[in-house]
């Protein structure tokens, strides 16, 4: 089955839009020679916000909300107006050498190439709404009269590769409600209140655990967690080592606690269960 064929299989067999659904937007696509999620979003099957989740949980690249962080001056001075504009991305933040970039096509190896040279640093594609990266752009430079389309932008994505995976021991299984927040001046959320998290498994030396959440925070982020039900005024120190999308559109982010009460981590060691 050829890949376009086979990605849109999974539109149906995952439940993104209904069999009568497809079959209208296919045949429609059919008659107008446009691009199948397109057509789906112009016949109000899918926001383009769904479209992009899709692409992001197939190819395994995150999906970034750029109104939920708050983007960095210094950063968005490393690339011309013009290239973001012609280009359709914007730079997250920075952390050492790697730039994290919001795209509307993060599978384009050639930008990514281009915009490497441009920086002398490595890009970390990300996917990001077309839509919201040209708000945001013309918020920051002003608005642009250049037309805008939508269907030149999309493209089927190819799976890469994720972030390494890390552990620190064996984990155990646990169900915990938690929150955090970012303690980390080079990232920075719209908003400063604590973001839910629920904690999914912890390391059997009780030095690192897994939790997931709605928004994508990159490795070597400095956090505070909180653990309402069991210190609910105590503060935990963590860094986050890795931060990968999961189907369903949430990210699981494995931490290691650098800084956490022996009382309140067994109280959650308590709570935990082997894995079967």
Known sequence: MPMEEKLESRLVKESWVNPANFLKAKDEQIKSG???????????????????????????????KIANYKLDPAVIKVFPERSYRENLFLPLLKIDDIIYVCMA???????????????????????????????????????????FDLEDLITYPQTIGVMPFWRESDRLSVKLEAEFKLVDERLKLVSSSYVPATVCDISSSGKALGFKTIVFIPPSMKIMVRFPSKA?????????????????????????????????????????VKPL
């Open 34 to 64: 446009k691009s199948l999620y397109a057509t789906l979003i112009r016949m109000g099957y899918l926001s383009e916000e769904r479209v992009y989740e899709f692409f992001s949980q197939q190819a395994l690249i995150p999906f970034v």
């Open 105 to 147: 096509n993060p599978v384009d190896a050639n930008l990514v190439s281009i915009l490497e040279a441009q920086s002398s640093a490595q890009v970390f594609p990300m996917f990001s709404c077309p839509s919201e990266i040209q708000k945001a752009i013309d918020t920051i430079f002003g608005p642009d009269d250049r037309f």
């Open 232 to 272: 609910p005024d105590y503060e935990a120190k963590a860094e986050v080592m890795r931060c990968n999308l999961e189907k369903g559109g949430k990210y699981l982010v494995g931490v290691k606690l650098t800084e956490i009460r022996e009382d309140v981590t067994a109280a959650i060691l308590k709570d935990s």
